[in-house]
């Protein structure tokens, strides 16, 4: 190791040990500052509440600490929200002063320092690209336009299940062939473009390289640097990587994906249906000088972090849950049979006219929230929450899963039981119109997928259930639920094998 840089290191440290204990000294005395376990100079409480700050550590912290506590993670703030009010304060309410995102040196290089839309502040730039996403991804007239395509792709799913003669036997690993399904549903909104098969090397590339980005943001091994600012030259060769995967993972897009549209553009500038894709508004803007071809990239980069494996844990957590509640999943058959026709396959339109189904969604959305925590929101500028000081730049995290989950707001939150929400919990929609559930977010920094996210989720599950019993591997009753992750997403722990016996039509 470079010696001197050793030595500047630990000056530094010195340096910060004695000004953050003059720092806490004067500011101890100005500010009101929410509860939390008393920090230590430099560490803060990082050494006490270690790295794996997800959902249920971060309840068991508000059980001690209240709906609002303050930890000090070396020299950042991090403020904990765990109550449906505080949620209303923060997100909208106070939505414009919490409106933002952290920023820290990796999500810098995947973003190029905020050149995106879902990590960028909250300012001119996010609504620009806000705005400029919204017509291609996320209206009605997207759902109609992609809906028939989303139901060709589950058909093809059922399809090859039902060909698989192992999956009626010792059972298959489902998750595969509904990733497929998912960059397919995503791929063709974006590029009009699927992908044939498992093996295709082009979506192979795609899943490891998005594979590699989540697994580097997502890891704690940088958080030293991350915390204490004098320590960030230690991270040179994480931050070559992340540069790498960056470089790759962007040339890809370009390569393969937009300059292939930009050379159609010229023969043929609309689908098979004869309607634009997504990219060609994208590059529409760029045309007219509204952003760059480097924002172009970073829309495509956004989507592919945060629709593609949120809605695909979900459907994963959905089809768990129905095998391990045989009774639900039988319910659920037998309200798809009535409705629409035991064979006739489930279609967007359909999914309006089936309550339970909509239920079994919400339901699995509540128990098994893929991102526990919403995208950690942030103030740019000093602010005040239920009379505590909350410094500029603390990072926000709304512990929606708790809000979800909290057996003092919810009957038996930890029972999986979509009636719930037929009887007690009938008007309690994921849109946010009720504070305890907010799986999505509420208000500016909302996900605006959700109107694509639903349809997907309700045709896949419905079209599984409706062709299937599914089923525990022989040998085996339940499957396992561990879960892993919950700081930025929450998935399950093994992905893994279900038996899916056809149903005779
Ligand atoms: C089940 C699937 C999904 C879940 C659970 C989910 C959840 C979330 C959550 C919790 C947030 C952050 C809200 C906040 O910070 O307050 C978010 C943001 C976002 N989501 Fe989703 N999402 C899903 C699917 C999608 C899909 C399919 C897309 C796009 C096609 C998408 C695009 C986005 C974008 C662009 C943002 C950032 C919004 C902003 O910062 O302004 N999401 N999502």
């Known amino acids: 190791?470079?010696?001197?840089?050793?030595?500047?290191?630990?000056?530094?440290?010195?340096?910060?040990?004695?000004?953050?204990?003059?720092?806490?000294?004067?500011?101890?005395?100005?500010?009101?500052?929410?509860?939390?376990?008393?920090?230590?100079?430099?560490?803060?409480?990082?050494?006490?509440?270690?790295?794996?700050l997800n959902h249920r550590n971060l309840a068991a912290l508000a059980k001690k600490f209240g709906d609002i506590l303050l930890l000090r993670m070396g020299q950042r703030n991090l403020v904990?929200?765990?109550?449906?009010?505080?949620?209303?304060?923060?997100?909208?309410?106070?939505?414009?002063?919490?409106?933002?995102?952290?920023?820290?040196?990796?999500?810098?290089?995947?973003?190029?320092?905020?050149?995106?839309?879902?990590?960028?502040?909250?300012?001119?730039?996010?609504?620009?690209?806000?705005?400029?996403?919204?017509?291609?991804?996320?209206?009605?007239?997207?759902?109609?336009?992609?809906?028939?395509?989303?139901?060709?792709?589950?058909?093809?799913?059922?399809?090859?299940?039902?060909?698989?003669?192992?999956a009626a036997t010792e059972g298959?690993?489902?998750?595969?062939?509904?990733?497929?399904?998912?960059?397919?549903?995503?791929?063709?909104?974006?590029?009009?473009?699927?992908?044939?098969?498992?093996?295709?090397?082009?979506?192979?590339?795609?899943?490891?390289?998005?594979?590699?980005?989540?697994?580097?943001?997502?890891?704690?091994?940088?958080?030293?640097?991350?915390?204490?600012?004098?320590?960030?030259p230690f991270l040179k060769g994480y931050l070559k990587i992340c540069k790498e995967v960056k470089e790759r993972r962007l040339s890809l897009f370009k390569n393969h994906f937009v300059e292939e549209r930009k050379k159609m553009a010229g023969t043929k500038p609309v689908d098979s249906v004869g309607l634009k894709c997504a990219i060609d508004h994208i590059l529409d803007a760029e045309k007219k000088g509204e952003i760059n071809e480097d924002n172009v990239l970073y829309i495509i980069e956004n989507i592919n972090v945060a629709a593609i494996e949120t809605t695909l844990w979900s459907i994963e957590w959905g089809i768990a849950e129905l095998v391990n509640h045989p009774e639900v999943q039988q319910k659920l058959r037998a309200e798809l049979d009535s409705v629409l026709g035991p064979g006739a396959p489930v279609t967007e339109p359909d999914t309006h006219r089936l309550p339970y189904l909509q239920a079994v969604v919400k339901e699995t959305l509540r128990l098994r929230m893929a991102i526990p925590l919403l995208v950690p929101h942030m103030n740019l500028?000093?602010?005040?929450?239920?009379?505590?000081?909350?410094?500029?730049?603390?990072?926000?995290?709304?512990?929606?899963?708790?809000?979800?989950?909290?057996?003092?707001?919810?009957?038996?939150?930890?029972?999986?039981?979509?009636?719930?929400?037929?009887?007690?919990?009938?008007?309690?929609?994921?849109?946010?119109?009720?504070?305890?559930?907010?799986?999505?977010?509420?208000?500016?920094?909302?996900?605006?997928?959700?109107i694509l996210a639903l349809p997907i989720l309700a045709i896949t599950i419905g079209r599984l259930v409706q062709n299937f019993e599914l089923l525990p591997p022989a040998g085996k009753d339940k499957l396992d639920t561990a879960e892993k992750g919950g700081q930025f997403s929450l998935h399950i722990l093994n992905h893994y094998t279900v038996v899916a016996k056809p149903r005779p039509f």
């Not at 979509?418 to 929609?429: G, M, T």
């Open 381 to 450: 500028h000093d602010a005040n929450l239920r009379g505590f000081d909350i410094p500029a730049e603390s990072k926000i995290l709304v512990n929606a899963w708790w809000l979800a989950n909290d057996p003092a707001n919810w009957r038996a939150p930890d029972r999986f039981r979509p009636d719930r929400f037929l009887q007690e919990d009938a008007n309690v929609e994921a849109n946010g119109n009720d504070f305890r559930f907010i799986p999505f977010g509420v208000g500016r920094r909302s996900c605006p997928g959700i």
């Open 172 to 232: 298959i690993v489902l998750r595969r062939r509904l990733q497929l399904m998912m960059y397919n549903n995503m791929y063709r909104i974006m590029f009009d473009r699927r992908f044939e098969s498992e093996d295709d090397p082009l979506f192979v590339k795609l899943k490891t390289l998005n594979g590699e980005r989540s697994r580097l943001a997502q890891s704690f091994e940088y958080n030293y640097g991350d915390f204490i600012p004098i320590l960030r």
């Open 1 to 52: 190791m470079d010696l001197a840089l050793v030595e500047n290191a630990l000056l530094g440290l010195f340096a910060s040990v004695t000004l953050a204990i003059v720092v806490s000294k004067l500011r101890g005395k100005r500010l009101k500052l929410p509860p939390g376990p008393p920090p230590v100079p430099i560490f803060g409480n990082w050494l006490q509440v270690g790295d794996d």
């Open 80 to 166: 904990v929200v765990s109550s449906p009010d505080l949620a209303r304060e923060v997100l909208h309410t106070q939505g414009v002063e919490f409106g933002s995102r952290t920023r820290n040196v990796v999500f810098d290089i995947f973003t190029g320092k905020g050149q995106d839309m879902v990590f960028t502040v909250y300012g001119e730039h996010w609504r620009k690209m806000r705005r400029i996403m919204t017509v291609p991804f996320f209206t009605n007239k997207v759902v109609q336009q992609y809906r028939h395509g989303w139901e060709e792709e589950a058909a093809r799913v059922v399809d090859d299940v039902r060909n698989n003669p192992r």
